[in-house]
Nanobody
């Protein structure tokens, strides 16, 4: 089991940037595929980006391509989400998640991820 704690959320104006971090505990971090998801009020949780164990493969939802970048530092047991050119529609609670089976980065169902953080709020004002 991997325990995950997100940080870095906040309030930002449209066009601004934020970097989310997710710190993990547990010896299996480097063997896990990781992902970022988000949930806006009244909407279902959706995937944002995933990254392979080594970090050499990533996958993004179309609406964030070119604006968001997922990365990881296995030495620090941390995964990041750099968010640029933020839009009001990016407002949501952002969650990181770990897939201990390390499936392909294109597997983005919630059920594909066994461990979840508590979430961090990102609010983008217009």
């Amino acid at each position: 089991q991997v325990q995950l704690v997100e940080s870095g959320g906040g309030l930002v104006q449209a066009g601004g940037s934020l970097r989310l971090s997710c710190s993990a505990s547990g010896r299996t971090f480097s063997s896990c595929r990781l992902g970022w998801f988000r949930q806006a009020p009244g909407k279902e949780r959706e995937f944002v980006a995933t990254i392979s164990r080594s970090g050499d493969s990533t996958y993004y939802r179309d609406s964030v391509k070119g604006r968001f970048t997922i990365s990881r530092d296995n030495a620090k047991n941390t995964v990041y989400l750099q968010m640029n050119s933020l839009k009001p529609e990016d407002t949501a609670v952002y969650y990181c998640a770990a897939d201990t089976r390390s499936l392909s980065v294109r597997y983005v169902r919630l059920a594909d991820f066994a461990s979840w953080g508590q979430g961090t709020q990102v609010t983008v004002s217009s």
